[in-house]
């Protein structure tokens, strides 16, 4: 538990540092146009909700699967793999680039339910 507390903090530490000086938010080799994009496409309730889940133990929401499928999949990506490449991550990011196809592919069939025919 004290791990996801800590993947938490650091990723809404990112999310601000990015609003607030974007130059310290992104790493050189970090697409910074498709992570200032990415960045405010959620909300962070969702974005910790869905972090819960690839790095814990967490359960997405359905509102967050809706949101998440509106971020789009190269954003998800994008940024679960920008997570999962910290020093204290790296060690296990084939499991949770595996958790992140998870929960995509879950929200993805989610959200096609909930729509409109």
Sequence with gaps: MAKLNIIMVSFVVLVVANSCIPSLAVEENEP???????????SPKCALNIISQIFGNGVVSIPCCQELVQEGKECHDTLVKYIADRPSLIGNESKYLQK????????VSVSKALSPA
Aim: include cysteine; glycine fraction near 0%.
């Design 100 to 107: 992140r196809d998870e929960v995509w592919t879950h929200c």
């Design 32 to 42: 910074k146009r498709l992570w200032d994009q990415c960045v405010v496409k959620i």
